[in-house]
């Protein structure tokens, strides 16, 4: 046998069973077998229909099998536990949702601790909601909504796709920055609350953009506003919340990969800088649009930054809204 193929493939014996090789040498020869990306969700959701994306194109990249392992159950909860609990080693990484940071807020007890039993790797994608109302409602933009909310405390209902939910952290938020009160409708998904609101018997909510913005370019509700930092690529005819009066107002869902703690540098950084790559491809690109979710691609530190700010700034809203989930 040629004595480079030799050499590989011992270094990757090597570096599989975590004896010391120099870190270049390990980051070489990685993935020197599958990898598996376990989906904290049911298939056919969009954390699903991107992490098949990231498998199919890294799979290609690494000409190594890349395989969706959907861990669903306890809001991601189920698939984060079995991510901080597998070898630190490369091979088993999390494509968690922003869910995975605001449930060490939500649960009293979690079996992990979202931040320290992770190593992260990469934010991918994020998308902003959408503030829509049904069109009984009079007002056809943010500042109206705000004043007929002051002239009738409690009286409009917002629906969200359950308690803890992106949907209801983001009301909550909305709550605390312009200072009205909404009837808080949850319900069990976005669908039947999406269906409540465009029957009527719902008045408000902050909707993902692939529910909400067909309904709005079809005239079945109104949008009035996104909660990006900045105005959404896919809808920029519609303001932000921060720009209508409320600055410094930023909610959204973001996708990120992240490993188990104690992943060796370089191959964290290989990991990084490969899905990064996924991220520049225009076929790519184009089907997050499909999808409304922007293409991001971070590094670890940006993605560690992130979710940091996030434990603190959701914590400091679900304590404030005495949210309990269990």
């Not at 409304?292 to 560690?304: K, S």
Request: aromatic fraction near 6%; charge should be positive; charged fraction near 15%.
């Amino acid at each position: 046998m040629h004595l480079k193929i030799v050499v590989f493939r011992l270094a990757a014996i090597l570096c599989l069973a975590g004896l010391a090789l120099p870190g270049p040498v390990c980051a070489q020869s990685y993935p020197a077998k599958p990898v598996k990306i376990i989906v904290p969700f049911p298939p056919g959701g969009p954390a699903d229909v991107l992490g098949r994306i990231f498998a199919d194109r890294l799979g290609a990249m690494w000409s190594q099998p890349v395989v969706v392992d959907n861990r669903a159950g306890a809001a991601g909860n189920i698939g984060s536990e079995v991510t901080a609990k597998s070898a630190a080693d490369g091979y088993t990484v999390l494509l968690a949702a922003s869910s995975h940071v605001t449930n060490g807020g939500l649960y009293s007890k979690l079996p992990y601790d979202p931040i320290k039993d992770f190593t992260p790797i990469s934010q991918v994608a994020y998308y902003s909601l959408v503030l829509v109302a049904h069109p009984s409602v009079a007002a056809s933009s943010l500042k109206e909504l705000i004043e007929l909310a002051k002239a009738n405390p409690g009286k409009l209902s917002l629906a969200s796709a359950g308690n803890g939910t992106p949907t209801h952290l983001t009301a909550e938020l909305f709550r605390r920055a312009t200072g009205i009160d909404f009837l808080h409708v949850p319900y069990r998904g976005a669908a039947p609350a999406t269906n409540d609101l465009l029957a009527g018997q719902a008045q408000l909510m902050f909707n993902n953009p692939v529910s909400a913005l067909p309904q709005v370019r079809a005239g079945r509700l109104r949008a009035l506003a996104t909660t990006g930092a900045a105005r959404s690529p896919i809808a920029p005819e519609i303001p932000t919340v921060a720009e209508s009066g409320y600055p410094g107002f930023e909610a959204g869902t973001w996708y990120a990969f992240l490993g188990p703690a104690g992943i060796p540098r370089e191959i964290v950084i290989k990991l990084s800088a490969d899905i990064m790559a996924v991220l520049q491809v225009a076929e790519i690109r184009a089907r997050f649009a499909a999808m409304g979710v922007e293409p991001i691609g971070t590094t670890p530190e940006q993605l560690t930054a992130i979710m940091h700010s996030d434990l603190e700034k959701w914590t400091k809203v679900i304590r404030a809204a005495d949210i309990k989930v269990d």
